[in-house]
């Protein structure tokens, strides 16, 4: 193949991609546009915060108590120095903080859903193709953690790993024992969506047909099963992203998530909350927009994604 060729190859691929009726409907969906694009610099924003945030808000050294409580936009009365959405009470900058914990709320979201997708998948595919007492336990298990509330089982986790944590190590594994916690209580709705889809399936021909051939129950399950069943996957892990950053803030708001040496989104609002009737309103105000506008886009993002991908509504 000539490299003309297979750059016209190339070409034609792309243009196929972009005239496909997925991104057709993403770009006709102004709302689905919005969201992608809010996401998206939020994420970058996190990921490039030490290059973008005007401080290191948690190096000790670069600190001045002077400068705390000082109101967006506004000179210090001692030091003279503004920011752009003020200090907190250790003259910490606001959107600098902003910036790093959106840093740990992204990473704690981001390997959490993965966490329950595979644990999801993995059980959900196993309990639908092999049915008899896999099944069974499997779903019993999903039945019985579904009649308690999401967080207070990411509690009950947190707590009983972070307890069997030595002391010495807890705060250096409080945001892995977090990731834990709320992917431990967040698999059940994978497995139930890929069991349902499996149990659809495995019945068909082309699952037959591999049958027929010698094809082994986990060959089956990996190559013929599982790319037929990702698509309410993919749904479920961009909601679940939302819910499980919102879960984090949760967590960290109630003094059980992100240790203070690592401040998330969730322990800012926690921060802020304590000054908000004492007049600094800034402080309990942005990170708690921030918060919302990331959730806020991911599930409409989601939402999006659900009608993109049902072959109903084609």
């Known amino acids: 193949m000539t490299h003309g060729t297979a750059t016209r190859t190339r070409t034609q691929r792309l243009r196929s991609i972009w005239h496909s009726d997925f991104v057709y409907s993403f770009r006709h969906a102004p709302v689905a546009v919005a969201s992608a694009t809010v996401v998206l610099l939020m994420v970058l924003a996190a990921v490039f915060a030490p290059l ?27 030091t003279g120095e503004s920011f752009w959405l003020g200090t907190d009470d250790q003259g910490r900058d606001v959107f600098s903080t902003i910036l790093y914990g959106m840093r740990i709320s992204l990473f704690v979201g981001f390997s959490a859903v993965m966490l329950a997708l595979v644990l999801g998948v993995v059980l959900g595919l196993l309990a639908g193709y092999l049915g008899g007492w896999t099944e069974t336990i499997i779903m019993r298990v999903a039945d019985v953690q ?43 709705q994978f497995a139930r969506v890929v069991r349902g889809a499996t149990l659809v399936e495995k019945n068909k021909e082309y699952v037959q047909a591999a049958r027929l051939i010698g094809r082994a129950p986990l060959a089956i399950m990996l190559r013929h099963i599982l790319p037929n069943v990702l698509n309410p996957v993919l749904v479920i892990a961009t909601i679940s992203l ?57 599930n409409l993002l989601g939402d999006w994604l659900r009608d993109a991908l049902n072959p109903r509504l084609r």
């Open 52 to 78: 973008i945030a005007p401080f290191d808000p948690f190096n000790p050294a670069t600190l001045n108590l002077m400068n705390g409580f000082t109101p967006p936009m506004e000179p210090n009365a001692f």
């Open 146 to 188: 579904l009649t308690f509330p999401a967080i207070l089982v990411a509690m009950l986790i947190f707590g009983i790993a972070k307890g069997i944590t030595p002391p010495e190590y807890r705060d250096q594994m409080a945001i892995w024992v977090l990731i834990l916690a709320i992917g431990l209580s967040d698999w059940v």
């Open 242 to 298: 939302a819910l499980a950053i919102i879960a984090e803030a949760t967590l960290s708001f109630l003094g059980v998530g992100a240790p203070p040496t690592q401040p998330s989104l969730g322990t800012l609002i926690r921060i802020g909350q304590g000054f908000l009737f004492s007049g600094e309103w800034w402080i309990l105000l942005f990170p708690a927009a921030t918060l919302l506008t990331l959730a806020l886009s991911v």
